[in-house]
């Protein structure tokens, strides 16, 4: 669509000038002026070069713009002009007498020439005038489209004016018109915003095209004042567009003017702000890398460029230090350079860069070499091919140095304070990023840990009996609490057949993990050896006798066996270094402590020698409280200890009921008097109640 | 955080570490560098004083075990005097006293120690 209105744009007018030419040629040969055609002509006039606007305007908006690039164009199409202009000079060098000569006796190529001539000062005017709008309109304020369009209602009604038909009536109103179009002119000229964006190269560019534009837009000028062949040409040919070119030059040579003026002035600040410019989008850039730490290299490449952009520095390397901490070796590994080889930053490190890297980590602070053949820490260098300024800045974790990065510039007292504190930014931008990808990492670490406890915690919840044995003439009840995702604390209720049970219940020294570990051992030793001791001292024997191997010095299991012989109605335990059971029957209740020594302690015959068993012949409600110390060591927020006598108590006011309920009773008894506190260790209780037979 | 505190007093071939406060996980790494540092030092007879012991956890009672062997090898002990009851319970309960020796008063155990020697 746009297309066919673009042709239909350039047809009409090409199919409408020639018309327009022919019936020139003939109203010149005959002589004749006729006032009403000549009213028909100018609105022909007009509309062709309305069109012919329309076209230029289309044809812009087409293309996407850059300010000097069209700048250029429209240079090249004005001297073009201004070239054509002295040739048809040259042609016809006498001057017409008269405003509506082109009606009498003027030759076919006048007529031709002030044709040509308008038409193709209109379409440049026109041009700079859209170029002039897009300049204007870069960083628009509020009022800046106003004015603008104050300029263009301006000129339209100065165009109007002209009209032949007009000008008679009210020739003093368009010479008002065409000052206010001036001050219009004036008013928009000063808005050249666009300049301050600018690179220094460019500016310079516009400094040049527009001081050629000033030039030869004056010029043009001077060929369109009174007088001049080119002005009575163009009058002769349409007044309204005489005044629009006119106006539109005027414009256009204040404006570049001003432009020229207000370029020259901004070149000498032009390398601060540009300079300003690229710090501010390089940290904006890496704002944005350093939030993405998975893109590190990415990152580091990025810092390392844009400090040889920004700093101008020659070349940049970015080291990072990792510390031995037994050592206190420092190991340097380049996470990125740029025009600089690996063997050159060695060669620095080798001559120099030790000492500099203790420097740093003494100082911590930036350290800049004016110049490296006279600073004493550079020295050195003088003769490996060194020469200039040399600057390091650290980078900083926690007070710690992990890093630094490097530029160097070939000449000396070449980094300035605003290059120290760019680097510096850079600096702390890769440290914040190293930082970020430390800490993900070691979420990351902590959260598979985690995972891994996860797993090692549902692995030894099935160490422990998912069922106890149920039979008529006993009760168990069971329950074991870790403070930790895993625990050191053991028990079982083993079916050994015959009517016969092994109840064990053991503490493994230590906590976590460790614990863990010797519990799933204990369990495997004290289920292998419970099918083949005869008695709680034989099966504890050999527990001490395999773990002492395999435990280690400082380790240590506490534990209690007691055989359950249903058939038999005896009790029969031995305690290796654990907390004495609690045996409660109807006149009496005690703890039950027979010698013995922890598991993993000592050798066979010491242990052996040690150990005690005892037997309990069962009565009927005989209770039995088998525990860990996680119980009677619990603390209140007093420190106090909930100890023995507690426990002894509470048992005995829970005598009477179920298995079950006097497990619950003694630990919500135990819950309440730590009330504040909190476990700081597991906590296993068996309740063992005979029911008799 | 609890608090435990060790002293030690050097004297004749005799070394007695005073122990003070609550012996646990977090305060056993204290004591071991304690007797890993006599151990260096070739300082054999040891005497552990624990009448400001307040308390004990098994991770202590492993520190003891983790060193004495070392000790004996060496033709040196580790003697333990001036208990609480309570600390002595915890010792007892585990069987330490038949594996270690322990005296109510410190002056005992240098007693031995000094027997000992003139017996060699």
């Known amino acids: ?693 | 955080m609890t608090d435990f505190k060790i002293n030690q007093r050097d004297g004749e071939g005799i070394s007695v570490i005073e122990l003070k406060g609550y012996l646990d996980a977090h305060t056993a790494p204290d004591l071991e560098s304690a007797f890993q540092k006599l151990l260096t030092e070739k300082k054999y007879n040891i005497v552990v004083n624990c009448r400001d012991l307040s308390y004990i956890s098994s991770a202590g009672l492993g520190v003891f075990m983790a060193y004495v062997e070392d000790v004996r090898k060496n033709n040196g002990d580790i003697k333990l005097t001036n208990m609480s009851s309570k600390v002595y319970n915890v010792f007892d309960l585990l069987g330490f006293p038949m594996l270690y020796e322990i005296y109510k008063d410190e002056k005992e155990a240098i007693v031995r120690f000094n027997d000992f020697k003139k017996n060699l």
């Open chain 1, 1 to 693: 669509m746009p297309r066919i209105r673009q042709i239909i744009l350039i047809i009409i007018p090409a199919t409408l000038l020639p018309i327009i030419f022919i019936y020139d040629v003939t109203r010149s040969a005959v002589n004749f002026e006729v006032i009403s055609l000549s009213i028909i002509r100018e609105i022909f006039v007009v509309f062709t070069f309305g069109l012919i606007c329309l076209f230029v305007i289309s044809h812009y908006r087409e293309q996407r713009k850059n300010a000097t690039k069209e700048i250029g164009k429209i240079l090249f199409a004005l001297l073009f002009s201004l070239l054509l202009i002295a040739v048809s000079a040259l042609i016809q060098p006498t001057v017409a007498q008269g405003r509506e000569s082109l009606s009498i006796n003027q030759s076919i190529v006048s007529i031709l020439i002030s044709t040509i001539l308008t038409a193709m000062l209109v379409t440049l005017t026109m041009y700079l005038l859209l170029i002039i709008l897009d300049l204007i309109l870069f960083k628009r304020k509020r009022n800046t489209k106003k004015y603008y369009y104050a300029y263009i209602i301006l000129l339209s009604l100065t165009c109007i004016a002209e009209l032949s038909f007009i000008k008679k009536e009210i020739g003093f109103i368009s010479t008002v018109l065409f000052s206010l179009s001036i001050l219009a002119i004036i008013f928009n000229s000063f808005r050249q915003n666009w300049i301050v964006y600018l690179s220094k190269r460019e500016k310079i560019y516009s400094i040049i095209f527009s001081v050629l534009l000033f030039i030869s837009l004056t010029i043009l000028n001077l060929f369109l004042t009174q007088n001049s062949i080119t002005n009575s040409k163009l009058i002769a040919y349409s007044g309204l567009l005489h005044s629009f070119i006119q106006l539109n030059a005027l414009f256009g040579a204040v404006y570049f003017g001003v432009t020229f003026v207000s370029a020259l002035f901004h070149l000498p600040t032009a390398e601060v702000f540009e300079r300003k410019q690229s710090e501010l989008s390089s940290l904006h850039n890496l704002s944005r890398l350093v939030t993405q730490v998975f893109d590190f290299n990415d990152l580091v490449n990025t810092v390392t460029q844009m400090t040889t952009e920004v700093c101008a520095a020659n070349s940049v390397w970015l080291e990072l230090f990792f510390i031995d901490e037994n050592t206190g070796e420092i190991n340097v590994e380049i996470s990125a350079k740029k025009n600089i080889s690996q063997q050159k930053i060695d060669l620095i490190s080798d001559n120099s860069a030790i000492q500099l890297r203790h420097y740093l980590l003494d100082t911590k602070k930036v350290l800049l070499v004016d110049d490296i053949w006279s600073d004493y820490r550079t020295k050195n260098l003088k003769d490996k091919g060194f020469s200039g300024s040399l600057l390091t800045v650290p980078l900083l974790s926690h007070g710690k140095l992990i890093g630094v990065l490097n530029a160097t510039k070939d000449y000396k007292n070449a980094f300035d304070q605003d290059d120290i504190e760019v680097m510096t930014t850079f600096a702390d931008h890769v440290s914040i990023a190293i930082e970020n990808s430390r800490l993900i990492a070691k979420s990351i670490e902590r959260e598979r840990l985690h995972q891994e406890m996860m797993v090692a915690q549902r692995m030894q919840k099935r160490l422990l009996p998912q069922y106890l044995p149920t039979l008529p003439s006993v009760e168990f009840s069971a329950a074991s609490e870790s403070s930790f995702e895993v625990g050191g604390d053991y028990y079982d209720i083993i079916d050994l057949s015959k009517n016969k049970f092994g109840i064990v219940v053991g503490d493994v020294s230590g906590k976590g993990v460790s614990a863990a570990f010797y519990m799933a051992e204990v369990k495997g030793i004290v289920l292998a050896l419970s099918k083949i001791s005869k008695t709680p001292k034989e099966l504890l024997t050999g527990a001490n006798e395999a773990l002492k191997e395999s435990l280690d010095k400082n380790a240590f299991i506490s534990a209690m066996y007691a055989v359950l012989d249903a058939n038999e109605e005896t009790l029969t335990l031995a305690r290796a270094g654990h907390c004495p059971a609690l045996f409660i029957s109807q006149d009496k209740a005690e703890f039950v402590r027979p010698n013995g020594i922890g598991l993993g302690l000592t050798k066979r015959n010491q242990f052996e020698n040690a150990i005690e068993e005892r037997k309990i012949k069962l009565k009927k409600g005989d209770v039995f409280v088998f525990y860990t110390d996680g119980i009677t060591e619990a603390r209140n927020s007093m420190m106090e200890e909930y100890g023995y006598d507690r426990l002894l108590k509470i048992a005995m006011e829970s005598k009477e009921y179920p298995a079950d309920v006097i497990k619950d009773r003694i630990i919500n008894n135990v819950r309440t008097f730590i009330s504040m506190g909190s476990y700081n260790d597991d906590i296993t209780i068996i309740i063992l109640k005979w029911l008799g037979n």
